[in-house]
């Protein structure tokens, strides 16, 4: 079977596992540590919080079901874990889930002389996003169209 095929084939067996835990998948990879293959399992809930308790729950589900089925031809840990409370927001959907977090948008351009932008996400409007960036105790509403993010991710406000 390849990659792919395995891989949705994963996605098969744990999405009801998922389903039964009230968790969202995030992510499912395979990574390389040292000779240590990994199957990464990324969870959260509805809301994008996690706990050490659901994800060990999870984790035994899954490996319980993964050595039911033998599905997997070769020695790999399991890894199941938060998705982060700095997770990657990779699409336009999950950036209007997270309306109203702190956020961090690098950017392809600079925007007020600045590659990276900190604040508050306010709103999705089409492809453009509003923060709320506060300088020197000035609060300033900045627009910024999708097609000029490098990158965005939750961040932690300090």
């Known amino acids: 079977m390849s990659k792919r095929g395995v891989m949705e084939k994963l996605l098969g067996l744990i999405q009801p596992i998922l389903v039964e ?54 020695e790999y840990y399991l890894e199941v874990c938060s998705a982060g409370a700095e997770r990657k927001l990779r699409d336009l959907s999950e950036i209007e889930a997270v309306i109203n977090s702190f956020v961090k948008v690098k950017l392809i351009e600079p925007i007020l002389g600045k590659q990276v932008l900190l604040g508050d996400l306010v709103k999705v409007v089409a492809d453009t996003i509003y923060l709320e960036v506060n300088e020197k105790n000035q609060v300033t509403l900045v627009e910024v169209a999708y097609n000029q993010i490098k990158e965005i991710r939750l961040a932690i406000k300090f």
Do not use: P
Request: glycine share 2%; charged share 30%; hydrophobic share 40%.
């Open 21 to 74: 835990h009230q968790v969202i998948l995030y992510e499912l990879k395979w990574r390389q540590e040292q000779k240590r293959r990994i199957l990464s399992i990324a969870i959260m809930f509805e809301d994008g919080s996690m706990d050490i308790d659901t994800c060990a729950n999870v984790s035994e589900s899954v490996s319980s079901k993964l050595d039911e089925v033998d599905l997997i031809n070769h």
